[in-house]
């Protein structure tokens, strides 16, 4: 066998290339990760977390709301409403962040206490553990009505709508608190906020190289890749967004003199394009999907017969309609958009029974209720998608439908997401596959279905 002068055998030289690893990496190098707390992105409603309002009773009454992917909260006539998390602190964090999805709204009507919006991190006795914005305040962050604007603790930054708080120096397994809430009298009711997406800052030491690795999806590579998401080999469950399968530039073949930057020059459709993008199933463009039968096992790309379809990019797996008129899964029965649970239904919970289906009663709520219960591919933690899942499996490129026609043959139409509209309890967000379009409709609307899970 050849050998390298430091007697590396040239095999594993070229294993090593192949793998993509271009250096040793010690074990005492620093990686910054992004821990989120536990429903941290409220995708499961107010779970793990601590409502506050007081006094409750008050007309009209203080609220939180989960409202498109965010925890709403409305102070109303209460002196304060907010939400909390206890948690552990992991070894090595850094800081905290929360992303403001509505900014403090106040109506101040001149009253001696003034509106405010505050985000805490207490510790042991309630304590300040961030440093804060004033001598003797406990908020490291604070927009109040007066004084006007934003106040900081040392270190703390806001920008693009994201509050960071830094936490260094905390040991691991203090128990902390995270509390974010609205504050005022009783007589300033109109006072709003909305944010998503806390999480936790932690810094973590990266492993070297390990070979002789197989991931969950069979693909050979390496700790340091798995962790690391090595561009150009494909990994199932990856959680990440989908390209708009947009292949063609205008104005003629990729790149056009004079009009630069066009979707089709970037992402994973250029790689596919010129064949660079290794996939685990197949699909056009960068989509890459893989055809599963009804106990969720694989199939042939070329099987006429399949069940659901799993999503080798973005981690989901998708329901696969039905053509038979008698199936429940039929890809034209319809429904009416009806959550009854008020954490999730944006204030109004639309309506029962207001579509034409057999097998369930006809709304979104049922038809979940109703497809776990058959088990389909296995699972029974099916679940109506939310605006930005059901938009990742839209194919630009395509139109009527505008779904890669191969794994989604069936799929015209306008198709429910979970997600309510903000601005109009009495509306939904849809996606609509003729042409890609999303937009909200009446929740008394009748609308197709296509429900999702994660890949676990």
Same mark, same amino acid.
């Given at each position: 066998?050849?050998?390298?002068?430091?007697?590396?055998?040239?095999?594993?030289?070229?294993?090593?290339?192949?793998?993509?690893?271009?250096?040793?990496?010690?074990?005492?190098?620093?990686?910054?990760?992004?821990?989120?707390?536990?429903?941290?992105?409220?995708?499961?409603?107010?779970?793990?977390? $601590?409502?506050?309002?007081?006094? $409750?009773?008050? &007309?009209?009454?203080?609220?939180?709301?989960?409202?498109?992917?965010?925890?709403?909260?409305?102070?109303?006539?209460?002196?304060?409403?907010?939400?909390?998390?206890?948690?552990?602190?992991?070894?090595?964090?850094?800081?905290?962040?929360?992303?403001? $999805?509505?900014?403090?709204?106040?109506?101040?009507?001149?009253?001696?206490?003034?509106?405010?919006?505050? !985000?805490?991190?207490?510790?042991?006795?309630?304590?300040?553990?961030?440093?804060?914005?004033?001598?003797?305040?406990?908020?490291?962050?604070?927009?109040?009505?007066?004084?006007?604007?934003?106040?900081?603790?040392?270190?703390?930054?806001?920008?693009?709508?994201?509050?960071?708080?830094?936490?260094?120096?905390?040991? +691991?397994?203090? @128990?902390?608190?995270?509390? +974010?809430?609205?504050?005022?009298?009783?007589?300033?009711?109109?006072?709003?906020?909305?944010?998503?997406?806390?999480?936790?800052?932690?810094?973590?030491? &990266?492993?070297?190289?390990?070979?002789?690795?197989?991931?969950?999806?069979?693909?050979?590579?390496?700790?340091?890749?798995?962790?690391?998401?090595?561009? *150009?080999?494909?990994?199932?469950?990856?959680?990440?967004?989908?390209?708009?399968?947009?292949?063609?530039?205008?104005?003629?073949?990729?790149?056009?003199?004079?009009?630069?930057?066009? =979707?089709?020059?970037?992402?994973?459709?250029?790689?596919?394009?010129?064949?660079?993008? @290794?996939?685990?199933?197949?699909? *056009?463009?960068?989509?890459?999907?893989?055809?599963?039968?009804?106990?969720?096992?694989? !199939?042939?790309?070329?099987?006429?017969?399949?069940?659901?379809?799993? =999503?080798?990019?973005?981690?989901?797996?998708?329901?696969?309609?039905? @053509?038979?008129?008698?199936?429940?899964?039929?890809?034209?029965?319809?429904?009416?958009?009806?959550?009854?649970?008020? =954490?999730?239904?944006?204030?109004?919970?639309?309506?029962?029974?207001?579509?034409?289906?057999?097998?369930?009663?006809?709304?979104?709520?049922?038809?979940?209720?109703?497809?776990?219960?058959?088990?389909?591919? *296995?699972?029974?933690?099916?679940?109506?998608?939310?605006?930005?899942?059901?938009?990742?499996? &839209?194919?630009?490129?395509?139109?009527?439908?505008?779904?890669?026609?191969?794994?989604?043959?069936?799929?015209?139409?306008?198709?429910?997401?979970?997600?309510?509209?903000?601005?109009?309890?009495?509306?939904?967000?849809?996606?609509?596959?003729?042409? *890609?379009?999303? &937009?909200?409709?009446?929740?008394?609307?009748?609308?197709?279905?296509?429900?999702?899970?994660?890949?676990?």
């Amino acid at each position: 066998m050849r050998t390298l002068q430091n007697n590396v055998p040239f095999a594993v030289v070229a294993l090593i290339a192949w793998l993509g690893w271009s250096g040793p990496v010690s074990a005492e190098d620093p990686q910054l990760i992004d821990l989120p707390l536990p429903n941290g992105d409220f995708s499961q409603g107010l779970s793990g977390w $601590t409502v506050e309002v007081s006094p $409750t009773g008050t &007309v009209p009454s203080g609220s939180v709301s989960v409202v498109g992917g965010a925890a709403l909260i409305a102070k109303g006539g209460a002196f304060h409403a907010g939400l909390s998390q206890e948690f552990a602190a992991p070894e090595g964090l850094q800081a905290l962040r929360l992303r403001l $999805t509505q900014s403090p709204q106040f109506g101040s009507s001149g009253s001696f206490i003034p509106e405010a919006f505050d !985000v805490h991190v207490t510790g042991p006795g309630g304590f300040s553990i961030a440093a804060t914005w004033r001598a003797g305040a406990s908020a490291a962050a604070n927009a109040a009505a007066v004084p006007a604007g934003f106040n900081f603790g040392d270190g703390v930054t806001f920008s693009n709508g994201e509050i960071r708080i830094p936490l260094t120096g905390v040991a +691991a397994g203090t @128990n902390l608190s995270f509390a +974010a809430g609205l504050v005022g009298a009783s007589v300033d009711t109109v006072a709003t906020v909305a944010f998503t997406d806390v999480v936790l800052e932690v810094e973590q030491k &990266v492993e070297p190289p390990i070979p002789d690795r197989i991931d969950g999806c069979g693909i050979f590579r390496d700790r340091f890749q798995i962790s690391h998401g090595v561009a *150009g080999i494909a990994r199932c469950a990856q959680g990440q967004i989908n390209d708009t399968g947009i292949l063609a530039c205008a104005g003629g073949a990729c790149p056009v003199p004079g009009l630069p930057g066009q =979707d089709a020059e970037f992402g994973r459709d250029a790689l596919a394009a010129i064949e660079q993008l @290794n996939k685990l199933g197949q699909g *056009g463009g960068g989509f890459d999907f893989t055809k599963l039968d009804t106990a969720g096992e694989p !199939v042939p790309f070329t099987s006429s017969d399949w069940a659901c379809v799993r =999503d080798n990019y973005t981690g989901l797996m998708w329901e696969a309609k039905s @053509n038979d008129a008698t199936e429940p899964g039929y890809w034209a029965h319809s429904y009416s958009w009806y959550q009854p649970d008020a =954490d999730s239904n944006g204030g109004q919970a639309g309506l029962a029974d207001g579509g034409i289906c057999q097998g369930s009663p006809c709304d979104t709520a049922a038809y979940v209720t109703a497809f776990n219960e058959r088990r389909v591919c *296995g699972a029974s933690d099916w679940r109506l998608p939310t605006r930005q899942e059901l938009s990742s499996i &839209v194919h630009a490129g395509l139109t009527a439908p505008a779904l890669e026609g191969t794994f989604f043959p069936l799929g015209q139409g306008a198709y429910w997401t979970a997600t309510p509209a903000a601005a109009d309890p009495v509306r939904a967000w849809r996606v609509n596959f003729d042409d *890609g379009a999303i &937009v909200t409709d009446g929740k008394t609307t009748a609308g197709h279905i296509r429900l999702v899970r994660e890949v676990r």
